[in-house]
T-cell receptor
Framework: DAGVTQSPTHLIKTRGQQVTLRCSPK?????VSWYQQALGQGPQFIFQ???????QRGNFPDRFSGHQFPNYSSELNVNALLLGDSALYLC???????????FGDGTRLSIL | GESVGLHLPTLSVQEGDNSIINCAYS??????FIWYKQESGKGPQFIID?????DKRQGQRVTVLLNKTVKHLSLQIAATQPGDSAVYFC????????????????FGKGTKLSVIP
């Protein structure tokens, strides 16, 4: 039974570029949440998707957007990358209304 | 606003001893709490959770205690092993914003547990 999978594992971009990160939820899960984890910090909630709609959003600018597909997989898009966007981006999945959220191993994004 | 914090950033324990990791939260409306373990280069791994209508919950070698009066949460690990070395995060869930199933977790900064062989 595959857990949450994320791709790519590592990514290097330059300022001003845009990036797309991908997530496949754990089998049986229909809800995907994205978190940003800066070095030495706890994860910070970006947004959550269910039924292909954004259901909740954390304190992140509109440069951060997402999408959920009919198969429950999800993408995180970040435009106009800033140096401060360098972080580990984590995807977590769950069943709607159920706990807990299960995390993938993340995508390490480095901005040069 | 809601915040979750930990009392100590690092904790060193002898192998075989019990470990206690503490966490404070500020949002009295939080109804669900969860502990995660994060090893280097990996994502957070679920350890144990507890709802606000409980004071204690036990798992395999782990116990979570919740004191709602002082808004304090702790994770106890029995007979700590080298494989327990990791960063431990507590997280809380506030009120649902758009339906019973919608929620976000608020994480603390984490406590690094080092087990001395």
């Amino acid at each position: 039974d595959a857990g949450v999978t994320q791709s790519p594992t590592h990514l290097i971009k330059t300022r001003g570029q845009q990036v797309t990160l991908r997530c496949s939820p754990k089998s049986g899960h229909d809800t995907v949440s994205w978190y940003q984890q800066a070095l030495g910090q706890g994860p910070q909630f970006i947004f959550q998707y269910y039924e292909e709609e954004e259901r909740q959003r954390g304190n992140f600018p509109d440069r951060f957007s997402g999408h959920q597909f009919p198969n429950y997989s999800s993408e995180l898009n970040v435009n106009a990358l800033l140096l401060g966007d360098s972080a580990l981006y984590l995807c977590a999945s769950s069943r709607w209304g159920n706990q807990p959220q299960h995390f993938g191993d993340g995508t390490r994004l480095s901005i040069l | 606003g809601e915040s979750v914090g930990l009392h100590l950033p690092t904790l060193s324990v002898q192998e075989g001893d019990n470990s206690i990791i503490n966490c404070a939260y500020s949002n009295s409306a939080s109804d669900y709490f969860i502990w995660y373990k994060q090893e280097s280069g990996k994502g957070p791994q679920f350890i144990i959770d507890i709802r606000s209508n409980m004071d204690k919950r036990q798992g395999q070698r782990v116990t979570v205690l919740l004191n709602k009066t002082v808004k304090h949460l702790s994770l106890q690990i029995a007979a700590t092993q080298p494989g327990d070395s990791a960063v431990y995060f507590c997280a809380s869930r506030g009120m649902a914003y758009s339906g019973a199933g919608s929620y976000q977790l608020t994480f603390g900064k984490g406590t690094k547990l080092s087990v001395i062989p």
